[in-house]
């Protein structure tokens, strides 16, 4: 079992930056792949990036390739998604998630959800 809990969402001009945080409890965190969604007002929820268990891989959506940077850290239980040069259609809430096996990039591939961080980007 794990349980998430997203901070660090908010308010942000158009090129600017955030830096979102998942913080994890339970003993297995670090034998989970984790991932970043996001869900925007009328859409679909979907892939933003994960990262493998190791940190040895990550993957990214087209859409914030370069701009976004996923990374971990399993002593201290976290996980982080960097947003760099942020645009209004990055507005969304973002969710990060415990991936159970499968491709990263499926929402129905991962098991354990936060409640998700508001993310508000504007022009």
């Known amino acids: 079992q794990v349980q998430l809990v997203e901070s660090g969402g908010g308010l942000v001009q158009a090129g600017g930056s955030l830096r979102l945080s998942c913080a994890a409890s339970?003993?297995?965190?670090?034998?989970?792949?984790m991932g970043w969604f996001r869900r925007a007002p009328g859409k679909e929820r979907e892939f933003v990036a994960a990262?493998?268990?190791?940190?040895?891989?990550?993957y990214y959506a087209d859409s914030v390739k370069g701009r976004f940077t996923i990374s971990r850290d399993n002593v201290k239980n976290m996980v982080y998604l960097q947003m760099n040069s942020l645009k209004p259609e990055d507005t969304a809430v973002y969710y990060c998630?415990?991936?159970?096996?499968?491709?990263?990039?499926?929402?129905?591939?991962?098991?354990?959800w936060g409640q998700g961080t508001q993310v508000t980007v504007s022009s």
């Open positions: 990262i493998t268990r190791s940190r040895s891989s990550t």
């Open positions: 339970g003993r297995t965190f670090s034998t989970y792949a």
């Open positions: 998630a415990a991936h159970r096996g499968g491709s990263y990039y499926s929402r129905n591939n991962y098991n354990y």
